[in-house]
């Protein structure tokens, strides 16, 4: 996931919204019984954490050069 670290804010949160739409559409395949990997859930849970575990540490960074 080094690609995150390369990535702006702006291009991060779009992946973030795009990853949360993927995990919902999943959740409503699953409940009706289309999606045949279940593994893939728990992958975006991840990818989605990955995202905001870097813009978290981004705002952190930024913080602590102001003080």
């Not at 975006?44 to 960074?61: C, D, F, G, P």
Request: proline share 0%; no cysteine.
């Amino acid at each position: 996931m080094a690609d995150i670290k390369k990535k702006s804010n702006i291009d991060l949160k779009k992946e973030l919204l795009e990853k949360r739409e993927d995990l919902r559409a999943f959740r409503f395949g699953v409940a009706g019984s289309k999606v045949r990997n279940i593994k893939a859930g728990k992958n975006l849970r991840k990818n989605i954490s990955r995202v905001l575990t870097e813009l978290r540490a981004r705002e952190i960074e930024v913080k602590e050069k102001q003080v």
